[in-house]
């Protein structure tokens, strides 16, 4: 079974930090490139970040430049969305995904096509 399982989200003061993870099982997740989107309450979901099996990442939202950072564990199978000094309109459900589209390479551009996604974890900014 696919399973791509988001946990570490939580309730956090503003320039606080959080350290999301990703458990990839079922397929050969060195074939893929993870991808991390997030949903406000309100707006569409949107991709982030993503880091490829040879770990080259690329961002798609510049107010999360100098303040996220991904990265993996290839031992477990896990990508990490590293979150900090947050800020109330990081606020949103933070899902991972893993796509072949480009190969395991990461795209210039995002795209909502993923081949599988988590079930999202929240992540709550207060001011």
């Known amino acids: 079974e696919v399973q791509l399982v988001e946990s570490g989200g939580g309730l956090v003061q503003a320039g606080g930090s959080l350290r999301l993870s990703c458990v990839a099982s079922?397929?050969?997740?060195?074939?893929?490139?993870i991808h991390w989107f997030r949903q406000a309450p309100g707006k569409e979901r949107e991709g982030i970040l993503c880091i490829s099996s040879s770990d080259d990442s690329a961002y798609y939202v510049d107010s999360v430049k100098g303040r996220f950072t991904i990265f993996s564990d290839n031992a477990k199978n896990t990508v990490y969305l590293q979150m900090n000094s947050l800020k109330p309109e990081d606020t949103a459900v933070y899902y991972c995904?893993?796509?072949?589209?480009?190969?395991?390479?990461?795209?210039?551009?995002?795209?909502?096509?993923?081949?599988?996604w988590g079930q999202g974890t929240q992540v709550t900014v207060s001011s």
């Open positions: 995904a893993a796509d072949r589209s480009w190969g395991s390479s990461c795209p210039e551009t995002t795209y909502s096509g993923m081949d599988y």
């Open positions: 079922g397929f050969a997740s060195d074939d893929y490139a």
